[in-house]
């Protein structure tokens, strides 16, 4: 053997450039199922299974093409706890201290290759519309980085619903059309779902036994696991989905986990789908015209907009980027975000499907948990942990920026131009989950009221020194200002009788 091929469980791409790089006739590919890995944090025992059956899979299909692949499994006696580990094992076994790896999705395994000793050379992991380089030429010397701007140069590269050097319809963003509440349709079609196959079900026995005390439900298991059912769950929502997606975007509906999302961001970060051949289907039905353009650019704009965005800021800020704290906030995650009593509704909603499904779309993530967890002043680093351990999709270049940045504002503005909280009356506004709860919508005070509505005063007023300026939170505090002081007391007091329970563990 002359290389070590080194493949990482989000690494599962034909097209790997490390893959490419490499020689089938000497070079032997590396997977590994590592403790390491899989416990950095307490993974969703879904999440765990999806990467090793999506491995297993992956490294049977390279073996057919004619790859020498040394799989290591996480119950083989010999495997070792850590990806260097492994790799070291592997050296020492075929005699050859060279490693060819694409680079890692995470600072924290990009630090421990470069430490290892071995002969390691890092690729660009060319899966993505913009390279890190291209990302750092654009964000040189701007004073602010805004996703807004830098959306059309994707588009321009991509050539994604332009028309010349204009984009189609005229207009960069259609997002004026995409607020719409939903309202319950029996007839809405599911993600694609797909029964474990034998490979499948050896790993859910092997993860149930190893990380079922984890949190999360392991079964029923319906993810792909191989790229051919990867492009069936495209087509399905290509076909039956993408129609609604811009108009109920924002929208949440407790007996709908899924509404008009994709819920393929769990085999995009993996690499069984590309994001421009997603975006190309997805153009494909716009020009067909088969969706509305305010689906089709609203979808598109989420992959070659915000993820490319989102994967720049990550490697530009640098390896402490998820321990930032801006706002300086330290109460510990409240006991609900486990599935503890809680009387909210939205709350207990988002967290159950989050334990069933290992999924919750964005406007649960950021609006419902996320806003949550800023108002209540809960430190951020927990709350990055929380979304990078419960989620499918969730691998520290895309759930860092969107935890720590856009939804906790620990970053002090670099993703968000503010930081996004409200009211109960949004959640109200976009979701079923108010005529359900405990608590009541309507009432800013007293021990009925929407923490929401408690929460969010209290947040403004701890932070009206930093925020009284910005010009789009100005408004706020006027608002504030005019109220009468016995109404304000009343707010405060509501509020810190919430964190108090909070602090106390006691249910909210
Ligand atoms: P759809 O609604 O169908 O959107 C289509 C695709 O667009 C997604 O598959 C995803 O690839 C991409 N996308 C949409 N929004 C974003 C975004 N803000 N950043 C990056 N890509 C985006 N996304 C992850 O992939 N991994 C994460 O760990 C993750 N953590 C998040 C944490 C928080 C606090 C928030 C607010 C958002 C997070 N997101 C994350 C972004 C977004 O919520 C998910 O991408 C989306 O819910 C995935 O479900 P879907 O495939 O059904 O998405
Ligand atoms: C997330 C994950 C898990 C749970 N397990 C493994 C594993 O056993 N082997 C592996 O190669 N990769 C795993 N991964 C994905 C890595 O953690 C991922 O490559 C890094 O977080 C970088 O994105
Ligand atoms: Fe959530 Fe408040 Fe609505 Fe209850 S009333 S569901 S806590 S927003």
Same mark, same amino acid.
């Given at each position: 053997?002359?290389?070590?091929?080194?493949?990482?469980?989000?690494?599962?791409?034909?097209?790997?450039?490390?893959?490419?790089?490499?020689?089938?006739?000497?070079?032997?590919?590396?997977?590994?199922?590592?403790?390491?890995?899989?416990?950095?944090?307490?993974?969703?025992?879904?999440?765990?299974?999806?990467?090793?059956?999506?491995?297993?899979?992956?490294?049977?299909?390279?073996?057919?093409?004619?790859?020498?692949?040394?799989?290591?499994?996480?119950?083989?006696?010999?495997?070792?706890?850590?990806?260097?580990?492994?790799?070291?094992?592997?050296?020492?076994?075929?005699?050859?201290?060279?490693?060819?790896?694409?680079?890692?999705?995470?600072?924290?395994?990009?630090?421990?290759?470069?430490?290892?000793?071995?002969?390691?050379?890092?690729?660009?992991?060319?899966?993505?519309?913009?390279?890190?380089?291209?990302?750092?030429?654009?964000?040189?010397?701007?004073?602010?980085?805004?996703?807004?701007?830098?959306?059309?140069?994707?588009?321009?590269?991509?050539?994604?619903?332009?028309?010349?050097?204009?984009?189609?319809?005229?207009?960069?963003?259609?997002?004026?059309?995409?607020?719409?509440?939903?309202?319950?349709?029996?007839?809405?079609?599911?993600?694609?779902?797909?029964?474990?196959?034998?490979?499948?079900?050896?790993?859910?026995?092997?993860?149930?036994?190893?990380?079922?005390?984890?949190?999360?439900?392991?079964?029923?298991?319906?993810?792909?696991?191989?790229?051919?059912?990867?492009?069936?769950?495209?087509?399905?929502?290509?076909?039956?989905?993408?129609? %609604?997606?811009?108009?109920?975007?924002?929208?949440?509906?407790?007996?709908?986990?899924?509404?008009?999302?994709?819920?393929?961001?769990?085999?995009?970060?993996?690499?069984?789908?590309?994001?421009?051949?997603?975006?190309?289907?997805?153009?494909?039905?716009?020009?067909?015209?088969?969706?509305?353009?305010?689906?089709?650019?609203?979808?598109?704009?989420?992959?070659?907009?915000?993820?490319?965005?989102?994967?720049?800021?990550?490697?530009?800020?640098?390896?402490?980027?998820?321990?930032?704290?801006?706002?300086?906030?330290?109460?510990?995650?409240?006991?609900?975000?486990?599935? %503890?009593?809680?009387?909210?509704?939205?709350?207990?909603?988002?967290?159950?499907?989050?334990?069933?499904?290992?999924?919750?779309?964005?406007?649960?993530?950021?609006?419902?948990?996320?806003?949550?967890?800023?108002?209540?002043?809960?430190?951020?680093?927990?709350?990055?942990?929380?979304?990078?351990?419960?989620?499918?999709?969730?691998?520290?270049?895309?759930?860092?920026?969107?935890?720590? %940045?856009?939804?906790?504002?620990?970053?002090?503005?670099?993703?968000?131009?503010?930081?996004?909280?409200?009211?109960?009356?949004?959640?109200?506004?976009?979701?079923?989950?108010?005529?359900?709860?405990?608590?009541?919508?309507?009432?800013?005070?007293?021990?009925?009221?929407?923490?929401?509505?408690?929460?969010?005063?209290?947040?403004?007023?701890?932070?009206?020194?930093?925020?009284?300026?910005?010009?789009?939170?100005?408004?706020?505090?006027?608002?504030?200002?005019?109220?009468?002081?016995?109404?304000?007391?009343?707010?405060?007091?509501?509020?810190?009788?919430?964190?108090?329970?909070?602090?106390?563990?006691?249910?909210?």
């Amino acid at each position: 053997v002359k290389r070590l091929v080194l493949i990482l469980g989000d690494q599962l791409s034909e097209g790997l450039s490390a893959l490419r790089e490499a020689d089938k006739a000497t070079d032997l590919v590396v997977m590994a199922e590592v403790v390491g890995e899989a416990a950095y944090v307490r993974h969703h025992p879904k999440k765990i299974a999806l990467i090793f059956s999506a491995m297993r899979h992956c490294a049977e299909k390279l073996r057919q093409n004619g790859w020498q692949v040394a799989y290591a499994k996480l119950d083989d006696p010999d495997t070792s706890p850590s990806i260097v580990g492994e790799l070291l094992r592997r050296a020492e076994g075929h005699g050859t201290s060279e490693v060819i790896a694409t680079r890692p999705g995470e600072w924290r395994l990009i630090e421990a290759l470069e430490a290892a000793p071995l002969a390691v050379t890092l690729l660009p992991d060319d899966r993505f519309v913009a390279s890190l380089e291209e990302f750092n030429t654009w964000a040189e010397g701007r004073k602010q980085l805004r996703m807004e701007y830098f959306y059309p140069d994707m588009r321009r590269k991509t050539g994604l619903m332009m028309e010349g050097d204009q984009p189609a319809g005229g207009k960069w963003n259609f997002d004026h059309d995409n607020r719409k509440p939903a309202s319950d349709d029996l007839f809405r079609p599911e993600p694609l779902q797909f029964e474990p196959d034998e490979i499948t079900r050896e790993v859910l026995d092997l993860v149930g036994a190893r990380f079922g005390e984890n949190f999360g439900s392991l079964r029923p298991f319906w993810f792909a696991v191989t790229r051919e059912q990867a492009l069936k769950a495209l087509d399905h929502f290509a076909t039956h989905l993408l129609a %609604g997606f811009g108009d109920f975007q924002d929208a949440m509906l407790q007996g709908d986990r899924f509404l008009h999302h994709s819920v393929l961001s769990p085999y995009l970060n993996i690499g069984l789908l590309d994001p421009i051949e997603i975006c190309q289907r997805v153009e494909e039905e716009w020009s067909a015209g088969r969706v509305p353009i305010n689906a089709a650019e609203g979808y598109i704009r989420q992959i070659i907009g915000w993820r490319e965005y989102v994967r720049g800021i990550y490697f530009r800020e640098g390896p402490d980027y998820p321990s930032r704290n801006a706002l300086g906030h330290t109460r510990d995650l409240p006991w609900m975000y486990w599935g %503890g009593e809680t009387g909210m509704n939205c709350m207990a909603h988002a967290v159950e499907q989050t334990r069933e499904e290992a999924y919750a779309h964005h406007i649960q993530r950021l609006m419902v948990t996320g806003n949550f967890a800023l108002l209540a002043g809960v430190d951020p680093h927990q709350v990055h942990e929380w979304y990078l351990s419960v989620y499918a999709d969730a691998y520290e270049w895309v759930e860092a920026p969107n935890t720590v %940045g856009m939804s906790q504002f620990a970053d002090d503005g670099i993703i968000a131009s503010k930081p996004y909280v409200s009211s109960g009356n949004y959640i109200d506004r976009m979701s079923d989950y108010c005529k359900s709860c405990a608590y009541s919508v309507k009432e800013k005070t007293g021990d009925r009221a929407c923490p929401f509505n408690l929460l969010y005063w209290d947040f403004l007023i701890r932070h009206r020194e930093r925020f009284s300026n910005n010009p789009r939170m100005g408004q706020m505090y006027r608002t504030w200002d005019r109220m009468d002081e016995g109404r304000r007391g009343a707010v405060l007091e509501g509020a810190g009788r919430i964190l108090t329970r909070l602090d106390g563990g006691d249910p909210v």
